[in-house]
């Protein structure tokens, strides 16, 4: 058994679900959902036992219209919004000595 790679969490799991309304509701064509996205610590460079990276977890968010409610020609076009990191966590992943900031909403 060797190393752990640098960067890479050994535990990582991720959820997302979406529900849209169905026909018949007066809502008929609007689409919501949400996840959540964690990683686990993982060592932030090569040398073992310096430093880790901590643990992060993430929540994202979707929200769409179908517009085959106007219409049932169009059935599958929609507008969609998506944003990531929904609270705006200020992350940083060390990988080989380089850190790396991670993404802002």
């Known amino acids: 058994m060797g190393l752990a790679l ?6 990582a799991v991720k959820a ?7 026909p018949g509701f ?11 996205r964690f990683a686990g ?24 219209y179908d517009f085959a409610k106007l219409d049932p020609r169009i059935a ?9 990191n929904l609270l705006d966590r200020n992350d940083q992943s060390c990988q080989a000595g380089f850190c790396y ?3 802002p909403r």
Do not use: E, H, K
């Open 76 to 84: 599958g076009m929609r507008f969609q919004a998506n944003v990531t």
């Open 101 to 103: 900031r991670g993404q």
């Open 41 to 64: 610590t993982s060592p932030a460079n090569d040398v073992p036992g310096t430093f880790r990276n901590s643990t992060v977890t993430l929540f994202d968010a979707v929200a769409g």
């Open 26 to 36: 007066d809502l008929f064509g609007l689409i919501f959902g949400g996840g959540a």
């Open 16 to 22: 997302f679900a979406t529900y849209a309304i169905p």
């Open 6 to 11: 640098s960067g890479i969490p050994a535990n």
